[in-house]
């Protein structure tokens, strides 16, 4: 489900409709087109989202917000892209680049706010290893557990004589 409506990228793209509150079926780009380009952004802020470890943002958090103005950018972005814009210079910017320029700087917003804090559910964390002797057991037990790739002494050079215990004086 869209953070954003059809009506939030009409806001923001009343240009393309004219003096109508929302896009229909019979506008250029259409309800229909909107519709689908929110979806698409939907799914590349949750990708993002998840690529850092975190679900989908719901209604509740504070960040809710950020990103309904995100996929509403990036349908805007999308439907100022689908009618023809001719260029006059090669560095000339359009309408649909201040959009996806929108789009990309609340992405770097959201993605910046330790959105953990914010009610949005963390999903995976990177592990370490413990810190007592219970977690160690419990890992050493776990059967199924990937083999880490370095483990305690793997570099020491095994030439170098070993380290003298030090004594501790009085």
Known sequence: ????SASDVAAICHNLIGNI???TTT?????????????????VINSQLASKGLSS?????EAYG????????????????????????KDERSRADMLKDDFDALMEV???????RMGVTQ???AYAGGISVSDKSTVQSDTDRVKPRFSRGMLRNLDAPEPAEQSSAS
């Open 57 to 61: 943002i719901s209604t509740t958090s």
């Open 27 to 43: 506008t250029c780009p259409t309800l229909v087109q909107v519709n689908v380009w929110l979806t698409t952004g939907c799914a």
């Open 123 to 125: 999903t995976s964390t």
């Open 110 to 116: 959201l993605l910046g706010l330790d959105l953990s």
């Open 1 to 4: 489900m869209p953070y954003a």
């Open 66 to 89: 950020v990103a309904q103005q995100a996929n509403a950018a990036y349908a805007g972005w999308w439907a100022e892209r689908s009618r023809i814009s001719a260029r006059v210079s």
């Open 21 to 23: 509150p929302n896009f």
